[in-house]
C-alpha cells in the first residue's frame, strides 16, 4: 500500500514561487500517475495537473497553464509540485494524489500541505 | 473542460433518512469501450483528505458501508446515502476522470437535521 507523505506548511510572499513535494512510502512512485490538488479554504476541490513519473508525462489544467511545473525524482520516489506568480487567491492546502492509471479514482491521498500567501 | 454540477449544495437530512445527490455532467463520462461511467464519488470529513465511497458510478470500495450507493449513467448521477448516520456528516464530491483533465463537482455540504 503506497502511502503518500507531503512536505510541511509554507508562508509565501505575493509575486513567489512555492515547491511542495510529495514522498511515496511502501511503493514505487513511478509506476502510478500522481496528480496535484487544491483547496481553497472553505471551497471545493481544484484538479491542478499530473505527472507520469516513469515517462516523465505531464498535462496541466488550462488555469495553471503557465505557472505550474510537476517533475519527479524518481531516485527518491518523490513528486514536486512549484507554483510560481503566487497571489493571495492561491492560499489553499495542497494535495498529492496517487491513481492506478491516468484515467482512474484517486486511490490515495497526501495529508495535505498548507501554503499561504500573504505580504 | 468537463463541467461537473452537483446539487443541492447543502442539504440537512434526520438521522435514518435518505440523502440523495445529483451530480451532472456536461458531456458523458461512459466510455464505449468498457462500458464504464469514469465517475467517481468523494466524501471529505473536516481536516481529511477526501476518501472513495464509490468509483465507476455504482462501484462501491471495500469497507464503504452498504448504506451508500450509486446510480446514474451518461451525464447523470446520483449518490444515495439510504439511512444516514451521524458519521455521515461530511462533504461529498463527484469527479470525472473520463477526460485527461480532471474535473470535480462543487461539492454537497450533508448536515444531520
Known amino acids: 500500500q503506497v502511502q503518500l507523505v507531503q512536505s510541511g506548511a509554507e508562508v509565501k510572499k505575493p509575486g513567489s514561487s512555492v515547491k511542495v513535494s510529495c514522498e511515496a512510502s511502501g511503493g514505487i512512485l513511478s509506476s502510478y500517475p500522481i496528480s496535484w490538488v487544491r483547496q481553497a479554504p472553505g471551497q471545493g476541490l481544484e484538479w491542478m495537473g499530473r505527472?507520469?513519473?516513469?515517462?516523465?508525462?505531464?498535462n496541466y489544467a488550462q488555469t495553471f497553464q503557465d505557472r505550474l511545473r510537476i517533475t519527479a525524482d524518481k531516485s527518491t520516489n518523490t513528486v514536486y509540485m512549484e507554483l510560481t506568480s503566487l497571489e493571495s487567491d492561491d492560499t489553499a492546502l495542497y494535495y498529492c494524489a496517487k491513481s492506478f492509471g491516468e484515467l482512474f479514482p484517486f486511490d490515495s491521498w497526501g495529508q495535505g500541505t498548507l501554503v499561504t500567501v500573504s505580504s | 473542460d468537463i463541467v461537473m454540477t452537483q446539487s443541492p449544495d447543502s442539504l440537512a437530512v434526520s438521522l435514518g433518512e435518505r440523502a440523495t445527490i445529483n451530480c451532472k455532467s456536461s458531456q458523458s463520462v461512459l466510455y464505449g469501450s468498457d462500458n464504464k461511467n469514469y465517475l467517481t464519488w468523494y466524501q471529505q470529513k473536516p481536516r481529511q483528505p477526501p476518501k472513495v465511497l464509490i468509483s465507476w458510478a455504482s462501484t462501491r470500495e471495500s469497507g464503504v458501508p452498504d448504506r451508500f450507493s450509486g446510480s446514474g449513467s451518461g451525464t447523470e448521477f446520483t449518490l444515495t446515502i439510504s439511512s444516514l448516520q451521524a458519521e455521515d456528516v461530511a462533504v461529498y464530491y463527484c469527479?470525472?476522470?473520463?477526460?485527461?483533465?480532471?474535473?470535480f463537482g462543487g461539492g454537497t455540504k450533508v448536515e444531520i437535521k
Open positions: 505527472i507520469i513519473p516513469m515517462f516523465d508525462i505531464t
Open positions: 469527479q470525472q476522470h473520463y477526460s485527461s483533465t480532471i474535473t
